[in-house]
């Protein structure tokens, strides 16, 4: 899940805060704000994560002078973005010396899982320069080598083998560019793997599923205990 998709967060790299006019460095704020946990379908890795979402939500705003912000979705393991991980975990084959983009990545489970499982590079790209800094410091708990990208690549395409989407289904209009786009990537041959319990603008009609978990997920944010998460793929 990543800004990517609702409701961009869009801090610089450094802000300053409207309360103490000092500095905010994102990767300082990732290691004092969130604690390394395993989410709970991958505890190979260790990422980064709000203990508390309420608190990470208030501690964000009050480090940017803003109020009104979507959560910070690189604080959180989203379902899908777990299940697209166990799934590269579980299956090396499909991304062993691959090209990897991990597209809105929120904190980089699914990248860091591909690059375990023996990717030969994965890009994580985001919309929110404090993903970035927390997919860096998620890369490098894991012991593995990441690029970033800070920006929006749908329509784009860098020659990838392998394209990651975990959660990005959760708006109308960003889902029918995002399903276009990985659609001609799939047609021009990349291996296209979505992430996603079935939100509303998933579009089932053209997918099939490869795998399906249960995942334990946030109350506050799925109001939910539990998700079933799928991987997909283009029919």
Do not use: H
Request: with cysteine.
């Amino acid at each position: 899940m990543s800004s990517m998709t609702a409701g961009p967060l869009r801090p610089a790299d450094l802000r300053y805060t409207a309360t103490m006019n000092t500095l905010i460095d994102p990767a300082a704020f990732i290691r004092a704000n969130t604690a390394l946990i395993a989410p709970p379908l991958v505890p190979e890795i260790q990422l980064y994560l709000a203990v508390e979402t309420v608190a990470i939500w208030e501690q964000t705003e009050e480090a940017l002078g803003q109020l009104g912000l979507p959560p910070p979705f690189w604080a959180f393991a989203w379902s899908g973005g777990q299940a697209l991980a166990r799934y590269c975990l579980d299956n090396p084959g499909i991304v062993a010396g691959q090209r990897v983009l991990d597209f809105a990545a929120g904190g980089a489970v699914a990248g860091i899982a591909a690059m375990k499982a023996g990717a030969a590079s994965v890009l994580a790209c985001e919309l929110d320069s404090f993903a970035i800094a927390a997919i860096q410091a998620n890369a490098g708990v894991n012991a593995v080598d990441l690029q970033t990208r800070l920006g929006d690549l749908v329509g784009t395409d860098e020659g990838w083998d392998v394209v990651l989407a975990g959660d990005v289904f959760y708006e109308a209009a960003p889902a029918r560019l995002i399903v276009a786009w990985l659609q001609d990537l799939a047609r021009r041959g990349a291996t296209v793997l979505i992430g996603d319990p079935g939100r509303a603008f998933l579009p089932q009609d053209r997918l099939e599923i490869l795998a399906e978990y249960t995942v334990p997920v946030t109350r506050d944010l799925e109001d939910l205990e539990l998700r079933y998460a799928k991987v997909w793929k283009f029919r």
